[in-house]
Every structure is written in C-alpha cells, then in structure tokens.
C-alpha cells in the first residue's frame, strides 16, 4: 500500500468558507482507523488513516491508500469530515471542538494550505 504525510487541517488561517479551525479543536479524535475517502464520497473508500495528530501547524496525518486507489502526489489537497461541537462567532466561524469522521483526498480543498506533503512507494 502507498502511504504519505501531509496536513488535513490548518490551525488559525480562515479556509474558502469563512471558517477558522483553532488548536485543540482535534483533541477528542480518533488517533487512528479514520476513513480516507476520495472527494468525501462515502461510496470511494480509497484507505484508511493510520495516524492524526495535532501539531503547532495543524493536524498533521499520515495514511494508507488501498492498491486501486486513484494516484495522489505530493500538493494534492486534502480536507476532512466533522460535526461541530465548540464554536465561536466574530468575524469568522472559529472551530474549537471537533467531532472528526473522515479525511479526503479532494480537488479543491476549502483551506488551501491542507495538502499531501509527501508520498511514499509501496513496499516491495
């Protein structure tokens, strides 16, 4: 199985939707086991997490793609599924409790910094 790193969340800079995900929004989720899915389709279940963590950057993830998963390179956007437990309202929408359900490999993420960094070969 390929795997590779990269970020599913950015802490602190507004995403395309007016939303702002705050460090410590992550804290209750799963550290491992999440789906990964292609475009948030439930139905293109391409691997799985196999790690989340938060970090000074964001939440930082590392996953595994099943064999017939479509190509991911290093830049390819990534984006993830929750349910809203904590919030604030001020000029943005400020995240600060996550439920997180899913992350996806997608064409247009809504933060623009949420991307692969890094993509690792199979092992033989």
């Given amino acids: 199985m390929k795997r590779f790193a990269g970020y599913a969340a950015i802490f602190d800079h507004p995403d395309r939707g007016g939303d702002i995900v705050r460090k410590g929004a992550?804290?209750?989720?799963?550290?491992?086991?999440?789906?990964?899915?292609?475009?948030?389709?439930?139905?293109?279940?391409?691997?799985?997490?196999?790690?989340?963590?938060?970090?000074?950057?964001?939440?930082?993830v590392i996953a595994q793609m099943d064999p017939q998963a479509p190509q991911v390179a290093s830049g390819a956007g990534l984006s993830f599924g929750y349910r809203v437990r904590?919030?604030?309202?001020?000029?943005?929408r400020e995240l600060t409790d996550l439920d997180l359900i899913e992350v996806s490999v997608v064409n247009h993420p809504m933060q623009p910094l949420a991307r692969v960094l890094a993509v690792h070969p199979e092992k033989e």
Avoid: N
């Fill in 26 to 60: 992550f804290a209750r989720a799963a550290k491992a086991g999440l789906p990964l899915l292609w475009q948030h389709d439930q139905g293109r279940r391409i691997g799985f997490v196999e790690r989340v963590e938060e970090d000074a950057r964001g939440l930082r």
């Fill in 86 to 92: 904590g919030k604030k309202h001020g000029t943005y």
